[in-house]
């Protein structure tokens, strides 16, 4: 193994938020090449087979002010990994465990059992596919399962709005709200996008590229949102804010708006105060002592076919930087991941 190449991605530019927003663009994105990794006492090396392309590798670039620093040009990338280990010096972590964590983008990573954020990797259980251990299993299904099932609990017979109702958290999202007795309501971009996500289980949608958004969503909710999963931000909040029962929850899960422009202002907050809404967001490392519930719930509705995965999966090495790019400029369809081995 010694004599094979690691392909790898590294950082190729510094930051730069002169345009605004948290986008990354072409140029942060540089190939290299290097030596697998020798694996030292108490570590582990994972091959990786499938790349996850999210909101976390534009804040590797960009930072997180109090979270972690910019990556600098040169470093290899990181993000999302699923894969295997292939040599283990460490007992918890044998030869041919299945894996998911946050590594560096190359064929082969060092690992002591933990991840770049300090978390320990999560094994993928038996019976579920390699990929579903970073969309079902991984921040996608757990960010939708956190924001329903412990920070705003939807009661049976709530209208819960989902905006990025094609993308990987929202899709499950989705599908989680009717095991709680709501009924889902989906946002997303085209037709095309939003005739799938019914397909998907979403009762009813609202296409964002379309006219009158808030009419869209009062006539897709008539008797009002009583909690709005938002995973997008920007317009769509704004207009989910008008549309909200007394006493509904706004969670902010993410801001893809955001990315790849400067952000846009709200301008119908004054709704939070007219209509007693209650607003929260939550960072998913934040809540790292809550994902093996999650992850087994998750697991077994996946396995029961209660979940079904809307994937949008690039072949090649080669496409990672057009795949990372793709889902903040609506040219995904599901979650999106690359296969690279």
Not at 191 to 214: T, W
Not at 299 to 308: F, K, N, T, V
Not at 320 to 341: D, E, N
Request: negative net charge; contains cysteine.
């Amino acid at each position: 193994m010694r004599n094979v190449t690691n392909r790898l991605w590294q950082v190729g530019k510094p930051n730069d938020d002169t345009a605004g927003g948290m986008a990354l663009v072409r140029g942060h994105f540089e190939r290299g090449e290097g030596d697998v990794p020798e694996v030292g006492e108490g570590q582990v090396l994972v091959r990786a087979e499938y790349f996850s392309p999210d909101a976390m590798n534009h804040a590797w670039v960009r930072g997180i002010p109090g979270k972690f620093d910019p990556l600098a040009p040169g470093t290899t990338m990181r993000g999302g990994i699923a894969g295997t280990v292939v040599e283990s010096r460490n007992a918890d972590w044998p030869e041919g465990t299945r894996v998911t964590g946050f590594l560096d983008w190359a064929d082969y990573s060092l690992s002591d059992g933990t991840d770049h954020m300090g978390v320990p990797l999560q094994r993928i259980p038996d019976g579920v596919a390699t990929a579903s251990g970073l969309v079902t299993l991984g921040m996608s299904g757990v960010c939708a399962w956190l924001g329903l099932a412990r920070f705003t609990r939807p009661r049976p017979g709530d209208t819960v709005l989902v905006s990025g109702a094609s993308g990987g958290i929202g899709s499950i999202a989705g599908q989680l709200l009717p095991i709680f007795g709501a009924r889902p309501v989906g946002i997303a971009g085209g037709p095309e996008k939003c005739a799938a996500a019914l397909e998907n289980g979403f009762d009813a949608m609202v296409d964002y590229k379309a006219d009158d958004l808030a009419g869209q969503i009062a006539r897709a909710c008539p008797g009002g949102v009583d909690l709005f999963f938002d995973n997008v931000g920007g317009p769509l909040l704004d207009a989910a804010l008008v549309n909200m029962r007394h006493y509904g929850q706004v969670l902010i899960c993410g801001g893809t708006a955001h990315y790849g422009a400067k952000p846009e202002p709200i301008y119908n907050h004054i709704y939070m105060a007219m209509s007693s809404l209650t607003m929260r967001g939550f960072f998913y490392f934040d809540h790292v002592d809550l994902w093996e519930e999650g992850r087994e719930r998750l697991a077994r509705w996946l396995i029961e076919g209660r979940i079904r995965e809307w994937l949008d999966v690039s072949e090649g090495f080669e496409t990672v930087p057009a795949a990372a790019l793709a889902g903040f400029h609506g040219g995904v369809k599901g979650r999106k991941l690359v296969k690279i081995a």
